[in-house]
């Protein structure tokens, strides 16, 4: 058996796996109980604010000592010492940071006392004027009195470890602190706030209360007795199974939410590929020239249509070219299609017929296989729309002037309708985190190999260990199962101050 630690909760959890001793199971628990305590008793700081000079800045305390370490610097107007310690929770404090004699600024100090605190612990915030030589004087001035700066990300860590936030929830306040779209924010503060959560702790209690009826049955294992209901649990896994492939299934959706829209503009040498996407971006991004096969490499960019983000990727022309470095770019363009959940293919309607653009997409539709697709004809400025309509009458076009700008915003509605952020319900629960869609993987195939059980009528104990193991994967997203590996890798992404 491994004993493996709640850090959310501070509870202890067993779960198979074979060939470790119980005294390794309390060695470990040992450990854990150590570093807790090393925890508690250190008090760190950060600059909680972006570095560089700014109006105001923000410098943040947690642990014991925090109120204690800045009492012992703070002075009122008058530079009399002013105490905090008997300042209720949640109130703001006027005052002076002193470095001995000397003022170093007039400041506002927060103080938000445990357990009612961002980490759980007591959290001095210290408002002052956002010069950096301040900035790095306080910093300095809190180390000497036994502050210790602040590793990535350990606030929110500290926060996971006295339990006011399980691990999806801290890995949602980072996904908060980088979202760049209306929708990605949306999402990310639903989970930050514990909707992915809850969906995970309903999912755990049902199969936590049919695995307790299971155990209870190896103990009356010579009575041959049945507490848990083989038919109800047959249903209660495909329940179980529904809600899990639905949140599996969200996960192509999130993952898009969360990093962008990925837009493949291909199209032949000359199509205006950068001439479109510096329109759509409003900015020269890529250079343009009227020689065929300027691009030789894949730029990148980003916007932000109605809340939705888009990343357009401009490819080099489609062509057979002897060039090496060209060559090179072409592959770079299947590459790409690939990745994309949209291909939006530009031709130059000037140099385009019916007959050649249906040669060209028999050679591109193989490669785009079930990704969406966008016809666009560009350079409609000096030929007459009618006519160029109906020599493309077979295909649904959208025709636009990118060195105009001309229909560039009805180009952006039609992205939008290929991909309808309205579609996208934010009260329900969608997986952002390739993390947890891969545990939800491994929950999903456990509970396959439980219903396997069922039918060949294996015995309780061997249902019940593919339960725990369901029950471990699930507890991995929430941080009731976890190791030292992966919360250094999730926490050492946060910035210092978080």
Request: charge should be negative.
């Amino acid at each position: 058996m491994v004993y493996g630690y709640s850090f959310a909760h501070r509870r202890r959890i067993w779960f198979p796996e074979p060939g470790l001793h119980p005294r390794g199971a309390f060695f470990f628990l040992f450990l854990i109980v150590l570093r807790i305590k090393a925890l508690n008793e250190d008090t760190i700081i950060a600059l909680a604010t972006a570095h560089g000079t700014a109006a105001i800045a923000v410098v943040r305390l947690s642990g014991p000592k925090a109120i204690a370490l800045t009492e012992q610097v703070f002075r009122d107007s008058k530079g009399e010492a002013k105490t905090l310690q008997d300042k209720p929770s949640h109130t703001i404090h006027f005052g002076l940071i002193n470095q001995g004699d000397v003022i170093l600024d007039e400041v506002l100090v927060s103080l938000f006392k445990n357990p009612h605190s961002y980490t759980g612990e007591d959290v001095v915030e210290i408002s002052c004027h956002g010069s950096t030589y301040i900035q790095q004087q306080l910093l300095q001035l809190f180390t000497h009195l036994g502050a210790r700066l602040a590793e990535p990300g350990e606030f929110t860590f500290r926060a996971f470890m006295n339990g006011k936030l399980d691990l999806s929830q801290a890995e949602a306040v980072a996904d908060l602190i980088s979202s760049n779209s209306a929708t990605s924010q949306q999402v990310a503060i639903r989970q930050m706030r514990g909707g992915f959560s809850n969906s995970i702790k309903v999912l755990r209690e049902h199969l936590v209360n049919f695995a307790s009826l299971i155990e209870l049955e190896l103990d009356f294992s010579e009575e041959d007795v049945e507490f848990a209901n083989r038919d109800d649990l047959k249903k209660l896994l495909y329940s179980i199974q529904a809600i899990l492939q639905r949140l599996i299934d969200s996960f192509e959706l999130g993952n898009v939410i969360k990093n962008g829209i990925p837009v493949a503009i291909v199209g032949k040498p000359n199509a205006g590929k950068s001439t479109l996407l510096n329109a759509l971006l409003e900015e020269d991004r890529a250079i343009v020239s009227e020689i065929p096969g300027t691009t030789r490499d894949t730029i990148e960019d980003e916007i932000t249509i109605d809340g939705v983000l888009f990343r357009f990727i401009d490819t080099a022309g489609i062509r057979s070219t002897s060039d090496a470095i060209e060559s090179i770019g072409v592959s770079k363009t299947f590459e790409k299609i690939k990745q994309s959940a949209i291909v939006l293919y530009l031709f130059d309607v000037h140099e385009f017929t019916q007959r050649a653009l249906n040669e060209a997409l028999d050679e591109l539709l193989p490669q785009i296989g079930d990704t969406q697709m966008l016809l666009v004809g560009n350079k409609i400025d000096t030929e007459d729309l009618n006519y160029i309509q109906q020599e493309f009458q077979d295909y649904d076009v959208l025709y636009i002037s990118a060195k105009q700008k001309l229909f560039i915003d009805d180009l952006k509605t039609k992205l939008l309708s290929l991909f309808d952020s309205r579609a996208i319900n934010i009260t329900e629960t969608v997986v952002t985190n390739a993390r947890h869609a891969e545990a939800l993987r491994h929950t999903n195939g456990a509970i396959n190999k439980v219903l396997d059980g069922l039918n060949q009528g294996l015995t309780g104990d061997l249902l019940a260990a593919d339960i725990r193991l369901a029950l471990v994967y699930l507890g991995e997203i929430t941080g009731e199962i976890t190791n030292d590996d992966l919360l250094k890798n999730i926490f050492g992404k946060f910035c210092i101050g978080k």
